[in-house]
């Protein structure tokens, strides 16, 4: 069975700071897909990376950086010098499998809130 | 433009009522979803179609009835509502069957 695990629940930072966000997950699938997504105040959600479990490269864009690690089987998210633009639920999740009864079958974390203040 | 659009974005109605969600996406992705958000913001899948065809059917109460008259569109109908539909319901579609998801605005689905 597939797991995700976002322990923590809230964070609040002052507006410039850093904020790490993490997701610790479990498969037993040999190739499978991790991903990050935003849920601002409004509502929707927006999709902000995938990875595949092949390529364990971190990346970055702009304020944004994912540090993957197959190892301790974690997919953490870094949002450098923090706005209050970045306040919002943060959903890591997992996908995977080969078979079409895997297909978009996203599991989510709970989900981390950042409040970020002036 | 939209590209994953929901219909409508708020429902409110009693319990034991039928209602339906409209769902559209022009991006061209084949594959299309139904999400299901709990109040603790809890993300479930519930249904997925590709080209039009049922692929996953996530052991929902067979009071939610999906369909997809063709592969730009996702309806989800619900009969008989009971307070604990109360949620919000994303809709949401993908380029390939492991690919990123693109969701809707969702509707909150309000049974009182």
């Known amino acids: 069975a597939q797991k995700v695990t976002q322990a923590q629940t809230e964070i609040s930072v002052v507006e410039k700071e850093d904020v790490t966000l993490d997701c610790v997950y479990e498969?037993?699938?040999?190739?499978?897909?991790l991903f990050w997504y935003k849920q601002p105040p409004s509502g929707e959600l927006v999709f902000l990376i995938r990875?595949?479990?092949?390529?364990?490269q971190n990346e970055i864009s702009g304020r944004y950086s994912w540090n993957f690690q197959k190892s301790t089987s974690s997919f953490n998210f870094t949002i450098t010098a923090s706005q209050v633009v970045d306040s919002a639920v943060y959903f890591c999740a997992l996908g995977g499998g080969m078979t079409t009864d895997s297909w978009g079958k996203l599991q989510f974390g709970a989900g981390t809130q950042v409040v970020v203040t002036p | 433009d939209t590209a994953v659009s929901q219909t409508p974005k708020y429902l409110v109605t009693q319990m034991g009522n039928d209602k339906s969600i409209k769902c559209e996406q022009n991006l061209g992705h084949d594959t299309m979803y139904w999400y299901k958000q709990d109040s603790k913001k809890f993300l479930k899948i519930m249904f997925s179609?590709?080209?039009?065809?049922?692929?996953i059917n996530e052991t929902v109460p067979n009071r939610f009835s999906p369909k997809s008259p063709d592969k730009a569109h996702l309806n989800l109908h619900i009969n008989s509502l009971e307070l604990g539909d109360s949620a919000v319901y994303f809709c949401a579609s993908s380029p390939r069957p492991t690919g990123e998801l693109f969701f809707g605005e969702g509707s909150r689905l309000t049974v009182l």
């Open positions: 179609y590709n080209n039009k065809e049922l692929i």
């Open positions: 990875r595949n479990s092949f390529d364990e």
């Open positions: 498969t037993r699938d040999t190739t499978y897909y």
